[in-house]
């Protein structure tokens, strides 16, 4: 029984698009996350959320906008997409920003054509 | 530019035997932590071991830091063929939990 659902699994979208990947924690956790993860590269921080307001954005792009409507939720906006963007994104929880372990969801992989 | 780093791209061992995962980092951290990523999930944690600490032990894993070579290591004894899956190195880099720097991975094959 997952507690941190994204949706949907996997995303095709087409260049030039706007996607919204969802993401929900039913841990009760106080921080949330956005991470990336590309063929071959790092698992890469993107974003980091501690009680609804942005902590820590190190996504070069404004394309990429998090967006958190409730606690338990932040959704990740993308616009304007690339072929570049195709990648697997996971979000994460921890109980406080700054809590020594992370939890994962399972990831929306996108792929961008 | 990358905080961490596994040393092998890939392994596979047959079950039974010990494999060894080893890790290096960049800058000073509060902890070390070691994931676990099984084909179509998330990472999941295995052991985080403190800045303060040289070896830690979970179940099968055992994890060894040693700060003045900035590496760690991850061994698995009895491997299991549900231990195959990528393993992940993560530091904080001395931000206090605040981010999290993952290297590439290790993806391990244990071959029954």
Redesign the interface.
């Known amino acids: 029984d997952p507690k941190i659902i994204q949706k949907p699994k996997y995303l095709v979208a087409v260049t030039g698009s706007e996607k919204i990947l969802i993401c929900e924690q039913y841990l009760g956790h106080n921080a949330m996350y956005w991470y990336r993860q590309s063929a071959k590269k790092p698992l890469e921080f993107m974003f980091s959320y501690s009680y609804q307001k942005l902590m820590d954005n190190q996504t070069a792009s404004s394309r990429f906008q998090p967006q958190s409507s409730k606690k338990n939720h932040l959704d990740l906006q993308i616009t304007a997409l690339k072929p570049d963007d195709s990648a697997t994104y996971f979000c994460a929880s921890s109980q406080d920003r700054g809590a020594e372990r992370l939890f994962f969801g399972h990831g929306t992989k996108l792929s961008v054509l | 530019s ?1 905080l ?1 780093e596994e040393n092998s791209w890939a392994l596979s061992v047959h079950e039974g035997e010990s494999v060894t995962v080893n890790c290096s980092y960049k800058t000073s951290i509060t ?1 070390l ?1 070691w994931y676990r990523q099984k084909s ?6 295995l052991i ?1 071991i403190r800045s303060n600490e040289r070896e830690k032990r979970n179940g099968r894993l055992r994890a060894t830091l040693d700060t003045s070579s900035q590496s760690s290591s991850l061994s698995i004894t009895a491997t299991r063929c549900e231990d195959t899956a990528v393993y ?1 190195c ?1 530091t904080d880099a001395d931000t ?10 290790t993806s391990l094959t244990v071959i029954p």
């Not at chain 2, 179509?40 to 944690?45: E, I, N, R």
């Open positions: 990358q961490a902890a932590q179509g999930k998330g990472p999941a944690q985080l992940f993560a206090g939990y605040q981010n999290f720097y993952f290297g590439k991975g």
